[in-house]
């Protein structure tokens, strides 16, 4: 990117949607054969997109002081709240922290309520039938407030093997359906400490490498603009023979300027400096914006300083009495940072958290829908954008190889035979969810004419 030059969040924008093409969409090719390995002449197909590469992800019971049962329960609200889900990301992320898990020590809400948590099981399937990935949150996170009560009833080595009892049961119970996990959520001290517990987070990172040697291991938590953070949980997990496999950002805004492009450049450099220094995927795991002011907001003062400074507030109050905060700005400031997201090669995720006002971060205005599942104009736009614009749909025919070409955004892909004889249209592939996707590294798939 050439920030130097962009002069406007219009100009920003466009630059953005520039660099989204070259980074998100490449070249593809399909041969097709008969029965026999012959190339077939002149075979009419039709290729499209039907998943993203990139995860496009919403936490939908993230609020941590209750439980969504939207999410977890049954009936009309709960139907509809899925339907949006669907309709506008390709992946999910639980909060599945041990609070939430074993409210009661030995009783688990895998299949069953209890604690006033709805069963967790339900989610799962429910993210399962819309085709989503799925990543597990926070099977620690040390905090007295969200970890379960009866561990201050444990001396430290019960509250140790309860901890692994319950990582390792979680893992082996969801290993094949859960393709992301986040071990250990805000690791900021070096032991980490809840009632009588006191473990070191690479001993978390181990269990889960071992359990789950083909699922995406993250280190979450990390300020919006924070590069320090991840050095210590990766030098932990290293230290007993675990994995980091990506980094996870989380950044919430009550408090924005929808076109300080000095903010967004903050965040572009960041994402890089990161891949450069550790090496290592990023993840935006956690973002929201509010739709609506409020009186002592949580800000990026509050928060991290370096974000206030590209923002370049000096004084918050002042900055609140100056700075309208609406559904229209929630709008303009979501569509960009999630375009600085995709455009950026380093990121490989983007999550909303929470979708519903009801059960946002901090209790604000700051979901995607409204209490009534109303869209908010962010939620109408994100969707014109993910399933609309950041789409490839392309009418093809074989060259006497057998083969066509195109270009088109990394994915998952449908390709049909065009209408034979018989006036009706024949699948000659669905991509396995998962696997064989066309990305930058996978381009060329051969299918069978017969």
Not at 14 to 39: C, M, S, T, W
Not at 184 to 204: F, H, M, P, S
Not at 260 to 278: D, I, N, P, T
Request: glycine fraction near 10%; aromatic fraction near 12%.
């Amino acid at each position: 990117m050439e920030w130097n030059r962009i002069r406007s969040a219009e100009e920003m924008e466009e630059e953005l949607d520039r660099e989204i093409q070259k980074n998100r969409v490449h070249g593809f090719r399909i041969r097709v054969l008969n029965a026999y390995g012959k190339p077939c002449r002149g075979v009419r197909l039709r290729a499209v997109h039907r998943n993203h590469e990139f995860t496009f992800g919403v936490c939908p019971n993230g609020h941590i002081s209750m439980t969504n049962h939207l999410a977890c329960g049954e009936g009309p609200g709960a139907e509809r709240y899925w339907e949006r889900i669907g309709a506008l990301f390709n992946a999910v992320t639980l909060w599945w922290g041990w609070r939430v898990l074993e409210p009661e020590r030995g009783i688990h809400t895998f299949d069953r309520e209890c604690g006033g948590y709805g069963p967790m099981e339900r989610m799962i399937q429910r993210a399962e039938a819309l085709g989503q990935r799925i990543t597990a949150h926070a099977l620690l996170y040390p905090r007295d407030d969200v970890s379960p009560q009866w561990i201050g009833k444990c001396t430290e080595e019960e509250a140790r093997k309860a901890l692994e009892a319950h990582v390792c049961e979680t893992v082996e119970r969801y290993r094949d359906r859960i393709s992301c996990w986040h071990p250990v959520n805000e690791a900021y001290d070096e032991i980490q400490k809840a009632g009588n517990l006191r473990v070191n987070e690479g001993l978390v990172y181990r269990w889960v490498s071992d359990l789950a040697p083909h699922a995406s291991i993250v280190d979450n938590g990390g300020h919006t603009i924070d590069p320090d953070f991840y050095e210590k949980g990766i030098r932990n997990a290293g230290l007993f023979g675990g994995r980091v496999d990506d980094l996870g950002i989380r950044g919430y805004f009550e408090l924005y300027d929808s076109s300080a492009v000095s903010f967004y450049k903050s965040m572009w450099e960041h994402f890089g400096a990161l891949e450069e220094r550790y090496h290592r995927g990023v993840r935006f795991t956690e973002i929201g914006a509010s739709s609506a002011q409020r009186p002592g907001a949580y800000s990026p003062w509050d928060v991290d300083p370096t974000t206030a400074g590209q923002l370049g507030i000096a004084n918050v109050e002042e900055y609140r009495a100056g700075q309208p905060i609406t559904e229209e700005t929630q709008a303009d400031f979501l569509v960009r940072m999630y375009k600085l997201a995709f455009a950026h090669p380093a990121v490989k995720e983007c999550t909303y958290w929470d979708l519903c006002d009801t059960y946002t971060w901090n209790e604000t205005e700051g979901g995607l829908i409204r209490p009534d599942l109303s869209p908010k104009p962010a939620y109408e736009r994100l969707r014109k954008l993910i399933r609309g614009t950041w789409k490839t749909e392309a009418v093809l025919e074989t060259d006497a190889d057998g083969c066509c070409g195109f270009g088109g955004f990394d994915g998952e892909y449908e390709v049909e035979f065009a209408a034979r004889q018989s006036g009706e249209d024949e699948k000659a592939l669905a991509v396995r969810k998962y696997g064989a996707e066309m990305n930058s590294e996978h381009r060329e798939y051969v299918i069978c004419a017969e």
